[in-house]
């Protein structure tokens, strides 16, 4: 594919273009890698000029992305052009491809609500030969929307053109799942049921709301990280050895395990799911109120800040083995990481090898980290067994993962993104939950904040 010409960021002063896509610009031109003719086109409906919106880009870099020196800020702002106007009308949309000098990458960063208008709108406008659309989280809100966007995009773009984000196939401890996993014989053999007794696949967050309840409320925790961040971890955890790392058989081995994981049954679901909301409490010395009191929640909607799932792959490689998903918000402690819990050896020639705890391999994010927990004989009593831990700290990611899937947007890569049919398989697997927990088949319940949550991490 060639290389983009243009970017076009419908919702260019919004929050994540100011958190994440400016500075993910920024972070590419520092390292030489932002297409060398992009031009960047910034649209929203602030009767702003250019000038007005580099101030604004300027600002926004100093806050998220302090370690990009003024210099460099300036140079990359120097590419950023504004253009006022309402997406939702064919003609602005025209006016924002027209003239691009190749092909245009158009991100909705936008209220989902205008994600089908503004496709719509696009298939209508003169996007030149391979232009591509990236769409933003969440895809729909459900199997029913998530498959009429698909649809929707599909009339008008190939498949190839569609980037759906998710930014955690962005991040470098996501990838090496697959170095650790496919380049190992010390891991590879242990990776099945025979080895390994359960996963545990962990995002806690020590955040709060911080003002984000006009999209949260209507989400939750567990449409707004099971449904896709961490159903993607569980995908590099279980799937098979691709048969290369293209994009093809890369995402076709992610769908496959998507398609065994087993759905649950509502009975199930009050046995393997946990859902609750935070009550006030301290995180540090930050007083946090509880949600229902954060402004803009609506406490009747009963939105659940805390979700837990537990998932079985029905494969022979993950045949009775848990697949435990658990996110939460405004807990005592940022944990993000997918622990491998390895079962016990039988007839040890030790006397009491339950005292060092089991075998676990580790995978951490943010800081990103490997590790292994063992058992050695300890110093001093030869044959008495001590924990050990085997640790790598990785080298920081060279660059953010919104800037390694932008990248790959210019270039035409989706080997990162979302597919249509991995994005309906993730809502085929949260349904029945949300399902069930409208139902009444799991209560609500309440953890205060800064604590552990409702169940161990
Ligand atoms: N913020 C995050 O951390 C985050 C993380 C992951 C995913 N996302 C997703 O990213 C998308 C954007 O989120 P956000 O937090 O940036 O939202 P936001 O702060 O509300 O920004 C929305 C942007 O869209 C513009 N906009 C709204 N209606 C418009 C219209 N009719 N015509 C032109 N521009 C319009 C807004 O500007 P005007 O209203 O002034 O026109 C603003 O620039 C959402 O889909 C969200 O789910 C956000």
Same mark, same amino acid.
């Given at each position: ?28 031109a520092v ?5 060398e ?9 602030d ?12 600002s926004?870099? +100093? ?45 909705l ?57 998710d ?44 003002? +984000? ?40 081995a ?10 649950l ?19 540090g ?15 009747? +909607? ?12 029905? #494969? ?9 998903l ?7 402690m940022?944990?993000?990481?997918i ?24 995978? #951490? ?29 990785l080298?920081?990611?060279e ?59």
């Open positions: 594919m060639t290389t983009a010409a243009r970017l076009v960021i419908l919702g260019a002063t919004g929050d994540l273009t100011g958190r994440y896509l400016l500075p993910a610009l920024a972070h590419l390292a030489e890698h932002l297409p003719r992009l031009e960047v086109l910034g649209v929203a409906r009767d702003w000029d250019t000038g007005r919106f580099r101030e604004h880009a300027l926004r870099l +100093r806050r998220h992305a302090a370690n990009v020196d003024g210099a460099a800020a300036e140079r990359v702002v120097g590419r950023f052009g504004y253009r006022p106007g309402d997406v939702t009308d064919p003609a602005v949309l025209d006016a924002c491809v027209e003239g691009a000098g190749g092909p245009v990458v158009v991100y960063a936008l209220p989902p609500s205008l994600f089908a208008p503004v496709v719509a709108g696009l298939a209508g406008s003169r996007l030149p030969t391979g232009s591509r659309i990236v769409v933003e989280k969440p895809f729909g809100t459900d199997l029913d929307s998530a498959a009429s966007l698909n649809d929707l995009l599909h009339r008008s773009f190939p498949e190839e053109a569609v980037f759906r984000m930014h955690f196939l962005g991040k470098q401890t996501v990838q090496n799942v697959l170095g650790l996993r496919f380049a190992n014989r010390l891991f590879d053999p242990l990776w099945c049921a025979e080895h390994v007794e359960r996963v545990d696949i962990v995002w806690d967050e020590t955040v709060a709301l911080e003002g +984000r309840a006009g999209y949260y409320d209507h989400a939750g925790a567990l449409r707004d990280m099971v449904q896709n961040h961490l159903l993607q971890l569980l995908c590099l955890v279980a799937m098979e050895r691709p048969s290369g790392l293209g994009e093809r058989p890369l995402r076709d992610k769908v496959a395990v998507l398609r065994q994981v087993r759905r049954t509502a009975d199930e679901v009050a046995g393997q799911s946990v859902r609750a909301r935070y009550a006030a409490g301290r995180i010395d930050r007083a946090v109120p509880a949600y229902v009191q954060e402004p803009g929640v609506d406490g009747d +909607r009963r939105t659940e800040t805390f979700a837990e799932v537990t998932l079985f792959v029905d #494969s022979h490689r993950w045949r009775g083995v848990p697949f435990r658990r996110s939460g918000k405004a807990l005592g940022d944990s993000r990481e622990r491998l819990q390895l079962r016990p050896l039988e007839r040890l020639p030790f006397g009491q090898p339950d005292e060092v705890g089991p075998n676990v391999i580790t995978l #951490s994010m943010d800081p990103d980290r490997l590790a292994a927990d063992i058992a050695l004989n300890g110093a001093g009593e030869p044959f008495c067994l001590d924990p050990a831990r085997l640790e790598v700290v080298a920081p990611q660059l953010p993962a919104y800037a390694r899937l932008l990248l790959d947007a210019f270039e035409g890569d989706p080997i990162l993104s979302i597919r249509a049919d991995e994005a309906e398989e993730c809502w085929r697997i949260v349904e029945p939950v949300l399902a069930a927990w409208d139902a009444g088949a799991a209560p609500l319940l309440e953890y205060p904040a800064g604590s552990g949550g409702p169940t161990a991490g």
